[in-house]
């Protein structure tokens, strides 16, 4: 005759599911702000004082520049960041979990050079095969998650032996309110962690950069925020 469930078990078991009903919560919101804003996310999510963060990850490809390279874009929004690497690469390969947000970046980025996939899907979840991408980039994402090393882990799954993993992101800050009007899970992101992050996720040669660049994002009250960013990038060994 089995056994009941120990007490210990039982709370192990519904601390579980209450942590799932958190992340299921999270996720769920998280689309539907993203859903509902991705009209005008080509301003909000593409408002850069110089712009050169987008180029300064772009230029992190340049050991594996070839026609036949594939990339990943993961949480790509709009394709402000795609824009960029469709110049560059063979195969672009562009994931977010809002449908409205895929259809403005369909639309943005018709007259790519790269053949340009579109695929629904979380970054915790990626929709794509085992080492399936010579680079996989997170541009201004990270700081959505509520694990942000679960996402780093699939972006590691997906990129070849060799292969780049880029994070862009904001420099910690505190501007509270972006966590309710931008869905921001986290203010910001240290990039030491971050570079120790991508470390315990396998990668080497992992360095960090701060950038020149600032996210430029009007807080309520119509105050102007400048948020400086950092860029932190590792390599898949082989």
Same mark, same amino acid.
């Given at each position: 005759?089995?056994?009941?469930?120990?007490?210990?078990?039982?709370?192990?078991?519904?601390?579980?599911?209450? !942590?799932?009903?958190?992340?299921?919560?999270?996720?769920?919101?998280?689309?539907?702000?993203?859903?509902?804003?991705? *009209? $005008?996310? #080509?301003?909000?999510?593409?408002?850069?004082? =110089? *712009?050169?963060?987008?180029?300064?990850?772009?230029?992190?490809?340049?050991?594996?520049?070839? +026609?036949?390279?594939?990339?990943? #874009?993961? *949480?790509?929004?709009?394709?402000?960041?795609?824009?960029?690497?469709?110049?560059?690469?063979?195969?672009? =390969?562009?994931?977010?979990?809002?449908?409205?947000?895929? $259809?403005?970046?369909?639309?943005?980025?018709?007259?790519?050079?790269?053949?340009?996939?579109?695929?629904?899907?979380?970054?915790?979840? =990626? +929709?794509?095969?085992?080492? %399936?991408?010579?680079?996989?980039?997170?541009?201004?994402?990270?700081?959505?998650?509520?694990?942000? !090393?679960?996402?780093?882990?699939?972006?590691? !799954?997906?990129?070849? +032996? *060799?292969?780049?993993?880029?994070?862009?992101?904001?420099?910690?800050?505190?501007?509270?309110?972006?966590?309710?009007?931008?869905?921001?899970?986290?203010?910001?992101?240290?990039?030491?962690?971050?570079?120790? #992050?991508?470390?315990?996720?396998?990668?080497?040669?992992?360095?960090?950069?701060?950038?020149?660049?600032?996210?430029?994002? #009007?807080?309520?009250?119509?105050?102007?925020? %400048?948020?400086?960013?950092?860029?932190?990038?590792?390599?898949?060994?082989?």
């Amino acid at each position: 005759e089995a056994l009941a469930p120990s007490l210990e078990d039982v709370e192990a078991r519904d601390a579980d599911q209450a !942590r799932l009903a958190v992340v299921l919560a999270e996720r769920s919101d998280s689309r539907a702000f993203f859903d509902r804003i991705a *009209g $005008d996310w #080509d301003v909000i999510g593409s408002d850069f004082k =110089l *712009g050169t963060g987008r180029l300064a990850a772009v230029s992190a490809l340049v050991d594996l520049v070839q +026609p036949s390279l594939v990339v990943a #874009d993961v *949480g790509c929004g709009t394709g402000y960041l795609a824009a960029g690497l469709g110049r560059r690469v063979g195969r672009l =390969l562009c994931v977010d979990n809002s449908p409205a947000m895929l $259809d403005h970046a369909r639309a943005n980025l018709q007259d790519a050079r790269a053949e340009v996939e579109f695929r629904l899907g979380t970054i915790e979840s =990626l +929709p794509i095969a085992d080492q %399936e991408v010579d680079a996989a980039f997170a541009h201004m994402v990270l700081h959505h998650l509520p694990d942000t !090393r679960a996402g780093l882990l699939e972006m590691v !799954r997906i990129v070849r +032996p *060799g292969g780049l993993v880029c994070c862009v992101d904001m420099l910690p800050h505190n501007e509270a309110w972006m966590r309710d009007e931008m869905a921001d899970t986290r203010l910001g992101l240290d990039p030491s962690v971050l570079e120790d #992050d991508l470390r315990a996720s396998g990668l080497v040669d992992v360095e960090r950069e701060i950038l020149t660049d600032h996210y430029l994002v #009007d807080a309520p009250g119509g105050r102007r925020v %400048e948020l400086p960013l950092h860029l932190v990038r590792g390599r898949k060994p082989v």
